[in-house]
């Protein structure tokens, strides 16, 4: 079956593959490779690609971090110690290291008197060449003073004088790499600097003007050209010009996939609301408010004819997957088919025990496919999805791989999105005509990041969670305690409780973090024998539900883990939730730990154990945890706490990767570039107005190349 999209009527629809469409020409000076900058050969270029990137434009986001004031030039003898002094030296005797570990030192001084130059580990060849004796050389450095005698060691520059045009009165300092040192860098990135062109002014000459920005050429000129500290501020008028571009392009961009989403590719699916209707008296419970409202907006969405891009947000346990089943019937209903990928083996499974006996009873089969599927029933699923007989299935990302076809899909639901990419997404509802997407995501996002990473979304939230949920103690210990979580486990244990035991997440490896969570196991293991269970990252798939089933059916009463547990598990007898060093987790990862326990009736506990002394944030993530069980809240906190950082992990998110702007201080610039956004598409959504021009050349320039392919060339 055909993937490509589309309801015919649509202009946009024919532009479904139009020619790759050539960069403005004034962006080809710096989307050329930084070889082309004088004195960048092949392995300056590799350390340069992998810290800045591989062209020219990538040395111009490569922001300073520092300067240096090189303006203080003192004689040898009124040189004070603790300062950068900049001094013109005639060189003097080597004296080399005797021992190892000892410094080599070179003799140097002006007319006042004389100083050592001082070098660790630096081979004696090469002082030789740099520092010649009876040679003058501008020397540059930090000014100390050692056993009463002046000394600079490793200085930062020295300059024969004849390059002193070379000397500049402020360096600027960048985050290096190996293999290139600060002078270079800094002349290269002048080099890319001074090639940068003048671009057309893409921002709306009002807000130009309101604050004071410069044009983008000397934004970029003034941000690597730094007087003072204050000019390295996230506030000068320069970066938050350069922040406002980003953040315009970013805007722009998800508007365009989403505007074309929506106008391009819809189809309607027709529900007739029997199969739901049965669903629901089937259910043992009553929806919730927002699970009721949330469906009114799905329903809207795949009742219309463009096309859903809809983000469910709701807190652990919220009801997430009885609404996305609900979705679901809506497809079966119109005689067409639905999928939910899940980001792993085990919440593929856990989703398929939900949904499977309740569809079982409506007279529907739900296949599933993950990577573990092969064989004989892996060939029935693909046949059947192929031919329509299968309109439910549930897996993993294997149902976005090729052999996967779809008689008719209608809708995709995606759970746990952070997990995939966006392609990923894209690729699975790629295969219906139109096919409706819902993303499902249980880490509450801030508004910020919603409009950033997920601004092609309309969003729903389940902000209101099923009745009878008691809420969670959260009690917190330090480690030298341990003693007594274990007897009380011991008590919980003894009435029926189940146990999660999360163990030390160890950054440095996953290795040392296995021989944490092994070694717990056994020592609780010691106390109840038999009742100890061990999952983690490195047990295949069927090793893993093997033990996560014992533990659901309560064979077993601790289950001892590293964060494999992290997403979605539902155990509803989990009463009791330990986590070891939670000093060391996130504030979203430790609510949505939390999350496993509190599902059932009874009541549940969380402790978490830390070992002090605490990072004043660690301290306030903890407080923070106990004190709130709203998945909002926590995620406001988190961002305060540790600003837009990785919220959300790092590549997997799918969030854009922000070079210039900064969410913690850069935020307001985010609303007006969303509202500009909208503005400019509501009177010019193919950018082809004299404005809409110049923001084509913006969107290459922040390389959402993506997004102009969207539109007509022009
Ligand atoms: P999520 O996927 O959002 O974490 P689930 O869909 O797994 O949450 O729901 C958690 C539990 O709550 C499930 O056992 C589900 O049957 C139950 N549940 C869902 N909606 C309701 C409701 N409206 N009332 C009572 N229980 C509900
Ligand atoms: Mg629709």
Redesign the pocket.
Known sequence: MPSTSGSPKTPAAKNDRPPALKRPAGLEAIFQPVTLVTGVGSAAAKALTRLAGPNLIDLLWHLPAGLVDRRYNPTVASAEPGRIATMTLEIGEHLPSRRPGMPYRVRAGDDTGGLHLVFFQSRAPWLQKLLPVDSTRIIAGKIEAFNGQKQIVHPDLVLDPAEKHRLKPIQTVYPLTAGINGPQLERWIDEAVRRAPDLPEWIDPPLLKREAWPSWRDAITHIHAPEDEDDLSPLTPWRRRLAFDELLANQLALLLVRERQRRATGRSTKATGALRAQALKLLP????GA?LRTLGEIDADMAATTRMSRLLQ??????????AFLAMLSAVEAGRQAALMAPTEILARQHLQ?IAPLALKLGLEVAVLTGRDKGKARARTLQGLAEGAIKLVVGTHALTQDPVEFRDLALTVVDEQHRFGVEDRMRLSNKGKGSDVLV?T?TPIPRTLTLTSYGDLDVSK?DEK???RQPVDTLTLPADRLDEVVAGVGRAIAAGARVYWVCPLVEESEVSDLAAARERAAELSAYFKGRVGLVHGRLRGPEKDAVMAQFAKGEIDILVATTVIEV?V?V?EATVMVIEHAERFGLAQLHQLR?RVG?GAGKSRCLLIYSPPLTETARQRLTVIKESEDGFVIAEKDLELRGAGDLLGTKQSGRPDFRLADLEHHADLLEIARDDAKRILSTDLELASPRGKALRTLLYLFERDAAVRYLRSG
């Open positions: 419970y009553k929806l919730t699970q709701g807190d652990v346990g919220s009801g997430k997957t009885i609404v939900t499902m249980a389940l099923p009745p009878g979605g539902n509803p999350g599902r």
